[in-house]
């Protein structure tokens, strides 16, 4: 049985999540209440400090509790303190910042991140959900789900096109998961940003699940096939050096 209140308060949250600012007119849209629910919501989550009211403009965003709580969960996640010292490794010998991510029910999130202090480099912002049709670690990861799970995941998939070398059809889709599958890593080509092409590979655990991927991302020019080849290698041999740490917990 689900709490209705609690619902929709976290249902509210995730909403912020995807905006800087949002109205009370805007949320209450969203959530599909009226105004003076809308407003005992946020007024509920201010006093918890997991909403600010922005003075200015009187619209909410997300309270410095939220950054506690991410803080706390993220402390706690083992894969960080494993994978750490090896992304130190890669990030000094290529000169390029590299970034973790996790998979967890149907999503792909950056959970760490060693940043290169090179000015080309490209970093990731944690926390961030990486789509799993358009990131080079989105698809790594998602490439290993089971048919079932990919079609249930992928069934009211929403394909948002952000460039024009966005795949948007399941089929294709499905097309490229097999060909990663297929040399064991994956490419965004200019598919998230015009300009930028990223490289990935996953991490592989138990029972060959693959539950985590490294990547690194860069600009175009600066990211050729020669130079994706190099940083396929060493991120393969970092993802197999972070599956035997894995291993021994």
């Not at 070398?165 to 990663?180: D, Q, R, S, V």
């Not at 080509?189 to 092409?197: H, K, S, T």
């Not at 080849?229 to 197999?240: D, F």
């Not at 972070?242 to 291993?247: D, F, L, N, T, Y």
């Amino acid at each position: 049985m689900v709490l209705q209140s609690l619902d929709r308060g976290l249902d509210a949250l995730n909403i912020l999540a995807k905006h800087d600012l949002v109205s009370v007119t805007e949320l209450a849209k969203e959530l599909e209440v009226d105004k003076s629910t809308a407003s005992r919501i946020m007024e509920t989550l201010r006093q918890h400090d997991m909403v600010q009211l922005d003075k200015k403009t009187r619209k909410y965003k997300l309270g410095f509790r939220v950054l506690h709580l991410a803080e706390r969960f993220r402390s706690r996640l083992q894969i960080i303190d494993i994978a750490r010292p090896v992304l130190l490794e890669v990030s000094r010998e290529l000169g390029q910042s590299v970034h973790l991510c996790a998979y967890n029910k149907g999503m792909v999130y950056v959970i760490d991140q060693v940043v290169s202090d090179l000015p080309y480099s490209m970093s990731a912002m944690v926390g961030l959900i990486e789509p799993i049709h358009s990131s080079s670690v989105g698809k790594c990861i998602f490439a290993y789900r089971t048919p079932e799970r990919m079609e249930e995941i992928l069934e009211d998939y929403e394909f948002t096109s952000y460039t024009v070398h966005t795949i948007t059809e399941k089929a294709k889709l499905l097309e490229e998961f097999e060909k990663i599958r297929s040399q064991g890593y994956a490419v965004d080509d200019e598919e998230m940003f015009i300009g930028v092409r990223c490289i990935a590979v996953p991490v592989f655990g138990y029972l060959n699940s693959a539950r985590y991927g490294i990547g690194i991302s860069g600009p175009i020019d600066l990211m050729s096939p020669e130079k994706l080849e190099i940083y396929r290698k060493r991120l393969m041999v970092a993802a197999k050096k972070i599956r035997r740490e894995v291993e021994l917990l």
